[in-house]
C-alpha cells in the first residue's frame, strides 16, 4: 500500500461563515445566501430558523430555491485557486463559450403555469475558469459499488481519460472490490492505456460488493494514500454511504472531494432524469419478449411469462412492455394486482387466450411480493448491504397459473417461464448509453477540479447538474401510476388495472397535495417527458 500522503489536514472552521459566493471565482455572493457549514466537531451549525441544517440553501425571486453542493472552500480556508488548463487545450479552446456561467443553474421543474414559483434549482454542472486542484496534485481514486450496470466500465475508462487529456492527470487508482476494497484490498493503476478497451465488456473491471462499508478505515485508506478526489459509482445504496464518507472528510477536514455516480439499472435514484445502463437494459430485455412471445404463439394456448430486474421500482419491466408491444400484461412492484375473481389475473389470461390463443406476461421481480409472502415461508433474509432479499416471483406466479388452468379441464395451456434477470445487467453499454457515461464522467471530473464536493452528477431535464446527495438518498424513484406513462401502458397491453377506481382518486388528490405542499417535488417527472 502507498503510504506516502500528499494530503494535508486543514482544521475545520470553528464558527458558520457567511461569504456567500460562487467559490470559482472572486465575486460577492447574494446577500440572502444561507449556508449552514459544521462546527468544528463537525456537527450542524445550530440555527432554529433552518429545517434541516447543514444545507446550503439560496432563495431567489419568485420562489426561486437553489440547492446548492458543499465546496471545498466551505470548511478550508483560503484554499488557492488556478486557470483551469482547458482554456490552453486546443479540443476544448475552440469552443466560444466552454467554461459554465458562474450563475447558471437547471431548474428542477419545466412544466410551469403563468404564475407558478420558480420552485428548487441546482448547480450547472461542467468546467470552471479556476479550479481548486494543480494538475500534479490531484490523486485520484475510483470505487464501483452494488449490482452490475451495463457502462460501469464505460464512466470508469471516461473518468481516467478525461482527468489525463483535460486536466493532465496521469493515474488513477482503482479501488477493487467496492466500499471494502479501501481497507481489505490492493489498488489497480488506471491509465488511458490500461482502460482503453474496457468499454467494450460489461461488469466492472475494478470489481464490486454489497455491505463492507466501515467509515472510518475508509477515510484512514483515503488519507494514507494521498487521495484527493474520489469517485464513487453505484446505486442508492452506495451515495448513502459515498455521503458519510464526505462527511467523516468535512469533519477531519481535508481536502478530499467527494463525486457521487448514480448506477441503477433499476432506475430508481431520483431527481436525474435516468440512469446510464437503463436504455441498454431495456433493449436487451426485448430480446427475452421476443423469444416468450414467439415461443407462445407458436402453441395453442401458450402463454410466456419473464422476469425482469427491479426490486421496489418497475421501470425496466414497464418501458420494456411499452417498447415492445408483444406485451399482454406487466405487473410490477407499485401496481398490486390479484388474481383469483372478477377482474383478476387469472380472468384476464382467459378471455386474452380465447380471443389471441396465446399471450405475454412480464414481471419485475419485485411484483406481488404481498401476495408470496402470505402463502410461501416468510423470508427476511437480507444481502451483505441490508437489502431483502426477493422471493421468485416468476416461478410462483408460473405455477399459479399453470394449477389453475389444469382445474379447469377444458383449457389447457403452455406455459414458458424466460428469467433473463442478470443477462440484462452483465452486457456492455449500447451507442446512447456509452455517450451519457461520457458526460457523466466530464461532469463529475469538471465538478471536483472546480472544488465541489459531496454531490452526485446527473441530468435534469436534459442539463447536467450537479445534486446534493440527501437530494439522491431521501427517496426512491418508483412508477406512478397514477401517471400518464401507466396509462400508456396499460392502453397498450389492455390489462386491467387491477386497481379500485376509489384508490385511484384517492392517490391522485394525495399527489396533488403532496405536489401543492412542495412544488419541487417531481416524481412523475422522468415518466412524462
Ligand atoms: N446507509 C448506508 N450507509 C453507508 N453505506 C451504505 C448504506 N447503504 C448501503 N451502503 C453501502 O453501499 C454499497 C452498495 O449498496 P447496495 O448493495 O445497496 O447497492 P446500491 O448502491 O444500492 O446498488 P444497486 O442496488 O443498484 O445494485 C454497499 O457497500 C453498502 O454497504
Ligand atoms: O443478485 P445481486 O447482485 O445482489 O443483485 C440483484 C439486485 O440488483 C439489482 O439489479 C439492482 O438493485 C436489482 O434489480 C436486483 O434485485
Ligand atoms: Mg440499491
Known sequence: MDTSSSISRFASVSAPKFRCFDPTISKPAPANHRRYPPMSNGAPAPDSSNPVPDRKVVPGEAGYVLEDVPHLSDYIPDLPTYPNPLQDNPSYSVVRQYFVNVD?????????????????????????????????EVHPCIVTCGGLCPGLNTVIREIVC?????????????????????????????????????????????????????????VDSIEDRGINQVYIIGGDGTQKGAAVIFEEIRKRGLKVAVVGIPKTIDNDIPVIDKSFGFDTAV??????????????????????????????????????????????????????????????????????????????????????QELLSKIMRKMDEADASGNKLLQDVGLWISHRIKDHFAKRQKMSINLKYIDPTYMIRAIPSNASDNVYCTLLAHSAIHGAMAGYTGFTVGPVNGRHAYIPFYRITERQNKVVITDRMWARLLSSTN??????????????ERELQSNGANENNQVTMTQTK
Not at 443553474?105 to 494543480?134: C, L, M, N, W
Not at 493515474?171 to 468499454?199: C, M, Q, W
Open 104 to 136: 447558471d443553474t437547471v431548474a428542477q421543474k419545466i412544466v410551469v403555469q403563468k404564475d407558478s414559483s420558480r420552485g428548487t434549482h441546482f448547480r450547472r454542472a461542467g468546467p470552471r475558469q479556476r479550479v481548486y486542484f494543480e494538475s500534479d
Open 162 to 218: 478525461g482527468l489525463h487529456h483535460m486536466y493532465g492527470v496521469s493515474s488513477v487508482l482503482g479501488i477493487e472490490g467496492g466500499y471494502r476494497g479501501f481497507y481489505a484490498r490492493n489498488t489497480i493503476p488506471l491509465t488511458p492505456k490500461v482502460v482503453n478497451d474496457i468499454h467494450k465488456r460489461g461488469g466492472t473491471i475494478l470489481g464490486t460488493s454489497r455491505g463492507g462499508h466501515i467509515t472510518s478505515k475508509i
Open 283 to 368: 433493449e436487451e430485455a426485448q430480446r427475452a419478449i421476443n423469444a416468450a412471445h414467439v415461443e407462445s404463439e407458436s402453441i395453442e394456448n401458450g402463454i410466456g411469462v419473464v422476469k425482469l430486474m427491479g426490486r421496489h421500482s418497475g421501470f425496466i419491466a414497464m418501458y420494456a412492455t411499452l417498447a415492445s408491444r408483444d406485451v399482454d400484461c406487466c405487473l410490477i412492484p407499485e401496481s398490486p394486482f390479484y388474481l383469483e375473481g372478477p377482474g383478476g389475473l387469472f380472468e384476464y389470461i382467459e378471455k386474452r387466450l380465447k380471443e389471441n390463443g396465446h399471450m405475454v406476461i412480464v414481471i419485475a421481480e419485485g411484483a406481488g
Open 495 to 508: 390489462q386491467p388495472s387491477f386497481v379500485d377506481p376509489k384508490l385511484v382518486v384517492a392517490e391522485k
